[in-house]
């Protein structure tokens, strides 16, 4: 069953899960002898509800235009009606026995059937709708480039009324859609880009009019030209990014998107419904024939993605026709209207042929064919017909199921890690069911064996057919591409008559393809080298060609020449396998090397095979070939040991060879001696470059390469050599980094690995007077580079995700240093580096002293990290010295955020003082009425300020989104969001106010500027409004106070001496001004009625008088009209008094409350005499009783024990408060303690029906004891922990009500609002596991325990941040206990 995602499908499956659950229940009370009560009315009940659902399905069906939804419809329905079948026949079967154990086992299949086929017709007819949509989205993307073509107003007019359709539909639906999804983040995404493109497409219309108006002016043209492409450019973004979003279901396994989303799918449809509309043109005459041949244009630009997407003759076969197609509309375009009748009819039969030709190509042609997964779909296909008709296996069965086997055994090798494995095993338990078939064939009678064989087949190949088209975007190993590709053209080159010359230029075109892409990621020495080798290839195939097309082309040239393109292709693919010896699957090859050789050496006696023996010496060699690679790259002590490893294992393969050669001299010891010198000097070989190829991946290597190249480029000491070379590790480290990364996160570190090249190459070049300031620009692009590959790096591994801002790393930094034993770990140790970096990035966007000083702390917190593993490290260190070592770091640590957050708010008050200033003049310069080049000068100026000051608001925004104290992600989110909108629109500006500056009386010019400046603003003012709540007020304030002091005791000095400047000064102190006015009416907007609010309203309407008097009072003295000569300082010294007083008052109003007193021991009673033994308490339910908890133990393995992970750390977090008179903390606990004993059950149930035992089975010995002893517990338990969550959620939104802080009450609705969602998914997917009851199917189990996994993850994580946010509340309900219904108390 596919993960439920709408609140639709949510919904209706919720009852029908309720109804199997109790199923479930009775199922296995008759599994215990009880008789099965009479189910008639509640089956009845289930089987009308899943009859409407089939009618409404059907009927949605033969309206729906989808193929894909009436291809996979019928089977679906199938399912559900052969379900609901099975189970009226169980309710008959039990009614007349309900002992009859033939009639449970069918309700349990039947109910589970209803489950799970009535959530695939939903689905089904979900992704449905979604194809929709994004066909929708695809068509009106594609006609924003149009409005290019457009040249007047007419054409304009005719634009709009064909663009504002579309794209008023697709905005409804997307919004619809968004109301729908039950995951917040994706609505919320849907939300804005659809905001995005309601504002861009007034944008859109005014930059067309301005290109327009702008015809006969070059300049002019040009401008309004990149205006207009700039706004395509961004609503093509915000499209893909709905599209994106709308493709993506399941936010716990990222981006899975079915076949039919796949690129060449949607290409395919693209060329058709083009087919279609030209189509229409030629035959129907429904469209002119501008529109036509726009048409036309369009299915070329299609035809050309699809031919390049389609691999083989196919591809090239469409490419023709394409090619053909082009030729043709280019001849319809230079005719034009001069051109005669006949002429034009000739040529539109011509593209009509042609057109009908591409149509017919194209539906034949099955785009995803060529993947492996495309491969291996045909196959099981194949064997689920056989699997489900009951015949015998025949050889053509035999023989698809050996195809299948091997295609998928080849993609499992070319599969990395875990899914690589999973697919291995997916098939080995395919090849035990075909053998088990094998023999039940020969057994008479055994049709229930039979059938449940067929079962388990049939739901093994399912899960081979997903594992294979989620392995399908993993990458083979280029050398083995291009060494395909060889192999092509070394048949070729034989005249072999399996290789047509179409293969064969197909074959040479994939080696081109690879090669050019892979070049990319390696060193600059050998992407010359393969760049090179690609130019030599090019030139032979043109040789090849001028001589097969020449007019005597003889056999020996041909021949020749053939040669001389196989030596050029087989250059690169030895070039390609260097680098994959040090690529990502170095150390898996190298496994599987080692696996083989050992296999080899124990299953053979030495010399019984020369084939064996050949075997055993190549496999060893590559060994030590990817051994030797590995230690090039990895130069010191680790890499000697692996070179002196290599040479190790060769001599021992020759003394075997030795053994070999001489049998009479060798004694049965040495040849023993000699087979385990192999093995251990191979495992030890495997060991050492797993152990550095992890370092590498994770990234080690990389910092310690930009700490050596950071030394030089501060200072640049040790010279220009060494430097560089020090700079060029970084770079070769970055690329092997990548390799391993996915597309966009690759290409980012490529293209930052380019510039960081880039920039060497000037700098070797540069004159010594600007090699300091180059040395500067290559530090910050190494850090960058840095950020980069940790970011994409650690994203990747479960468990080690980056920690998120500054507090969140604080916790676990808390975590791990507050332990008693000092303990090294990844976690602890990657937020540290985390919050270093954060501080680096703050100190270099403030700069100056203080920069430097907070990256002086920077330094030291990473030399006492180092130090601290150190000592960990060092055996001889005694508790003490790693506790002091523990005790400095965290000081340090603890001074270093202090830092940050006093020195972010300074800069936050400094670069979001004055947001629209530059930007109005900006406007001011473009309609300056000044001489052409002085007003150039001066826009260009401008143009420049205001770039500057749009990024640096955006710089300071990421600083504050994780140095900031703002706990919320969904305001980071948001920050995110607008920092990206913000930098979108800002060319959007320039480039509008260009053109309004050549053409400043055009009032479209006018227009376009005004609603692409009011766009910039308002993305700046929700910007600058989120920023405000990532800084404490109290330090807002306090940094406020500071610079108006300043400025105010300027403009007194000035006023003196130069009074123009003074009212500079005044008004930078009325823009401070207003900004400690917004922050005040913020916090005044985020209170309750209280005394403090009373007192922030009085200072605030001070505040306001008090700079409306100082304007006037500098108006008076700059005209000479002041009675008072101090009246101005007297006014300037009222400002800054007044935003001192609210300071004050915040300040009072934050200070940290006192700590509560220490509890009073009870006094110590005298024993008078021996008093009787009291009574033994009255025995309670496991679940009331709390059980001993160590929150200082290590937490469970996020990777192996997800749920006890997720588990401990709620358990941690509720051991902090005393449970006593707090039902949240108590029912949070709870909810920890049954998902422990949720995951020891369905853990010890899998193990226990992986050896064949049955449900009714006592517990196996070897697992887990667990409390629960069947599902139905478990359900049970499933019901409990939805109660409890909804008392959580009950008492949360108490709190919520009764809270006097609004910001906190808003991060509590947030933390909230995901539990119930969870919940009720909690309750569907226990019925789900629950149906999986009786004869063990694992692919079953293992699709619902992920989902239970992820389910209980998440939910836990929610219920941990619920407790967290209402402690806080409840905090600032202190000033009134009645309204306080828990008490929070920490434990000490």
Known sequence: MSAFHTKTIASVLEPVAQQVSHLVVLYEAGQQGQAMPDLVDNIQLVLTCVSNLATVAESTAKQSNDATFIRDFPSAMDAVNNSSTALNEAVLELRTDPYSSKGRRKLITGAKGILTGTCDLLLMYDESEVRKIVKNCEAVRSYFPVCLEVGTLEDLSFYIKNLTPGLTQVCKAVKNRADELLHKPYADILRRETEQLKKFAPMLIGASKSL???????????????????????????????????????????????????????????????????????????????????????????????????????????????????????????????????????????????????????????????????????????????????????????????????????????????????????????????????????EIGNNKGKADNRARILAWLAQLNNQVKMADEKNILPSEVVNAGVGQLSEWAKDSPAVSDANAHHAYNKVLEVSKAVSEGLSKAERDQVEGLIAEVGEAMESYQAVIQGPTPTHAAIKKSQATLLQAVHKIGTVLEKADMTGDNAAENVTTGVERVCDLVDANKVGASPKVEQSIRQTVDKVAAIGKAVA????????????????????????????????EKVTPEMVAANSANIKDALRELESKITAVEQDRDEGTELVSAVSAAQQWASTGKGGDAQGTTAVGKVISQSRYLARGLNTRDKREIFDLCQELEDLIDEYNRAPEGRKRALRSQIADKMNAVKQ???????????????????????????????????????????????????????????????????????????????????????????????????????????????????????????????????????????????????????????????????????????????????????????????????????????????????????????????????????????????????????????????????????????????????????????????????????????????????????????????????????????????????????????????????????????????????????????????????????????????????????????????????????????????????????????????????????????????????????DSSGREKSEFSSMTDMIKTCKEIIALTKNIQKHAAMISKNCPDKRLVMSLANSMEPIGMLSQQLNIIASVKASASGKYNEAAEVEADEMLTINAQNLMKSVRDTVRASESCSVKMLSNPAANNLQFRRKR
């Open 212 to 442: 327009i108006n702008a015809q006969g002016n070059e300049e002019l043209t040009n401008a309004a030209h990149q205006n207009l492409d700039t706004t395509i450019e961004k609503m093509n973004a915000s499209m893909k990014e709905i599209i994106r979003v709308l493709l993506m279901k399941d936010p716990d396994y990222g981006k899975k998107i079915i076949a039919d989303f796949h690129p060449l799918a949607l290409a395919k449809d693209a060329v058709m419904a083009d087919c279609n509309r030209v189509r229409d043109w030629l035959k129907h005459g429904k469209l002119t024939d501008a529109e036509g041949l726009k048409c036309a244009t369009e299915l070329i630009s299609a035809g050309k993605e699809l031919a390049a997407g389609v691999s083989g003759p196919k591809g090239e076969e469409i490419g023709e026709v394409v090619k053909a197609i082009d030729g043709i509309v280019n001849d319809l375009k230079n005719l034009g209207d001069a051109g005669s009748e006949t002429d034009k009819a000739a040529l539109k039969k011509a593209l009509l042929e042609n057109v009908e030709k591409l149509d017919t190509l194209v539906k034949n042609t099955d785009v995803l064919a060529s993947t492996p997964s495309g491969a291996v779909s045909r196959r099981i296909e194949d064997a689920k017909r056989w699997a489900k008709s009951g015949d015998n296996l025949s050889s053509e069965t035999n023989a698809n199921f050996s195809d299948l086997l091997t295609t998928s055994r080849a993609v499992a090798k070319a599969t990395s890690g875990k899914e690589g494995a999973m697919i291995e095993k997916s098939i080995d338990k395919i090849e035990e069911l075909l053998q088990e078939a094998g023999r039940l064939e020969l």
């Open 632 to 663: 090039h790259h990895n130069p010191g002590p680790e890499g000697d040991r692996i070179n002196e490893l290599c040479d190790n294992v060769k001599h021992y393969i020759s003394q075997r060879t030795w053994v070999i050669n001489n049998p």
């Open 788 to 1258: 980069a590959a940790r970011k994409a790096n650690t994203s990747a591994v479960p468990g080690t995700e980056t920690a998120g801002g500054l507090p969140e790393c604080s916790e676990i930094i808390d975590e791990w240093l507050d332990r008693d034993e000092p303990i090294r770990s990844k976690a602890g140790e990657r937020a540290v580096e985390d919050v270093i970096d954060m501080a680096a990035a703050l100190a270099k966007n403030i700069g100056g002293p203080v920069g430097e000083a907070i990256k002086a702390q920077t330094e030291k917190v990473a030399k006492l990290l180092r130090h601290l593993q150190d000592v960990i490290d060092d055996p001889k260190s005694t508790p003490e010295q790693k506790r002091a070592a523990q005790a400095e770091l965290k000081e340090a640590i603890t001074e270093l955020k202090k830092a940050c957050n006093d020195h972010l708010a300074s800069k936050v008050v400094d670069t979001y003082v004055d947001i629209t200033g530059p930007i109005m003049e900006l406007q001011a310069a473009a309609l300056a009425p000044l001489a052409p080049p002085e007003k150039a000068v001066k826009f260009n100026a401008k143009a420049a300020d205001f770039s500057l000051h749009a990024e640096q608001l955006c710089r300071v925004a990421e600083v504050a989104t994780d140095v900031g104290c703002d706990e919320d992600p969904h305001r980071h989110d948001n920050i995110k969001l607008s920092i990206e909108a913000l930098r979108d629109a800002t060319p959007m500006v320039v480039y509008s106010a260009k053109t309004l500056s050549l053409n400043p009386d055009s009032e479209s010019a006018k227009e376009n500027f005004d609603l692409v400046k009011q766009q910039w603003v308002t993305e700046a003012v929700r910007l600058r409004t989120d920023v405000d709540k990532c800084v404490k007020p109290t330090d807002f304030l306090v940094e406020s106070e500071r610079k108006c002091k300043e400025e105010g005791e300027a403009a007194k000095a000035l006023m003196k001496t130069s009074p123009k400047e003074a009212v500079v000064k005044v008004a930078m102190v009325q823009k401070i001004t207003n900004r400690v006015l917004e922050v005040t009416d913020a916090e005044l907007e985020n209170l309750g009625d209280c005394e403090f609010r009373v007192k922030l309203v009085n200072h605030r309407a001070n505040l306001q008088h008090a700079i409306q008097h100082a304007g006037q009072a500098t108006n008076e003295h700059i005209k000479g009209q002041a009675t008072d000569p101090a009246a101005f300082d007297k006014s300037i010294t009222e400002v800054h008094m007044n935003i001192s007083y609210i300071k004050e008052e915040m300040v009072g109003f934050y200070l940290p409350l006192p700590p509560l007193p220490e509890l009073i021991p009870p006094p110590i009673v005298e024993e008078e005499e021996e008093k009787p033994p009291a009574r033994p308490p009255v025995p309670v339910d496991s679940d009331e009783e709390e059980d001993a908890f160590d929150a200082s133990a290590p937490a469970p393995d996020p990777v192996e024990a997800p749920i006890e992970h997720a588990a401990f750390k709620l358990r941690q977090e509720t051991a902090k408060y005393i449970e006593e008179d707090n039902d949240m903390i108590a029912a949070a606990r709870k909810i920890a303690q049954k998902f422990q004993q949720m995951a020891k059950y369905t853990k010890g149930r899998r193990e226990m029906l992986e050896l064949g035992a049955t449900e009714g089975d006592s």
